[in-house]
């Protein structure tokens, strides 16, 4: 399954505005802690409302209170009391009950607190978790992400001030993710310095997903940018690591940016697919001269 850092935000199907709880891999130390009983008996009222199905390396038969749930094909939300979504794997239940993993305390007080699946606030939740409502965002959020997603792609000349004006529009998400990963989509390179300079606070809100965006737009100077500002680099998973898909784009001075900034090149990637693969082994199947630089 693929890894998220707990806290960070949900980009696994689409950009959502809930916080990754729970996205463990095969590298998460097992350490058997005790856990909260009622945390399990609520978490597996949410595994009734499945959300995104997902394709999971593991699948578990739990059986508790003579009651068979068959995990690791769906994902669940929870919400708090205070606003904030969150988005786990079912396979959260298994990682807390075997494998001693302990969530962060918001999300264990949401789950344990927070409206439950069968509540009016959670019923009206799920009926606008669609595309077409940014997955479960109110009217207000929903104007305000596609005014400023208009102003990027406009390229607005008054895009920046109004950031400015209204500070609380960064944190906002689009259909394309956060307002800096909407703005290298787009372009739009005076909101894309802007952003960058003005603040760090969501530089890795989408774990690290800017970096590749801008890879695949062969916007090295926003690469440099990013890698200058510290942007997180996913090595956990194959398919997110930067220089692969810097090798992707059989762009020569991009692949030499990213080698330049001391990224990591001796991973080993070990899954289904592959077995002791590096990034020597997928340079093989590219131009000699990308080989060569590594």
Do not use: C
């Amino acid at each position: 399954m693929t890894y998220y850092e707990d806290k960070s935000y949900y980009s696994e199907q689409h950009f959502e505005n809930a916080q990754n709880i729970g996205w463990l891999d095969s590298k998460f130390e097992i350490e058997k802690k005790e856990y909260n009983d009622q945390l399990i008996n609520n978490l597996l009222e949410y595994v009734k409302y499945p959300f995104n199905m997902i394709r999971s390396n593991m699948i578990v038969d739990l059986a508790i209170k003579n009651t068979s749930y068959k995990l690791g094909f769906s994902e669940i939300r929870v919400l708090g009391d205070d606003g904030k979504k969150y988005a786990a794997p079912d396979l959260i239940i298994h990682y807390i009950k075997e494998n001693g993993y302990q969530p962060p305390l918001d999300f264990v007080e949401a789950v344990l607190n927070g409206p439950k699946p069968t509540t009016e606030i959670y019923q009206d939740y799920l009926k606008r978790y669609n595309e077409s409502n940014l997955w479960g965002q109110d009217d207000e959020y929903i104007e305000n992400s596609k005014y400023i997603k208009e102003k990027i792609y406009g390229n607005s000349r008054d895009t920046v001030s109004i950031l400015e004006k209204k500070q609380r529009l960064k944190g906002i998400i689009t259909a394309d993710g956060s307002l800096l990963n909407t703005s290298i989509k787009a372009k739009n390179v005076e909101v894309i310095n802007y952003l960058l300079e003005s603040s760090t606070k969501y530089l890795d809100k989408f774990s690290g997903a800017e970096l590749i965006t801008a890879i695949n737009y062969r916007q090295i100077d926003t690469v440099k940018k990013l890698l200058d500002k510290g942007i997180y680099i996913n090595y956990r998973e194959l398919k997110k690591n930067p220089l692969i898909k810097a090798m992707d784009t059989k762009d020569v001075e991009l692949v030499k940016l990213l080698l330049n900034s001391d990224i990591q090149k001796d991973v080993i990637y070990n899954n289904e697919f592959v077995s002791n693969f590096t990034i020597y082994d997928y340079a093989k199947e590219y131009p000699p001269e990308l080989l060569a630089l590594l």
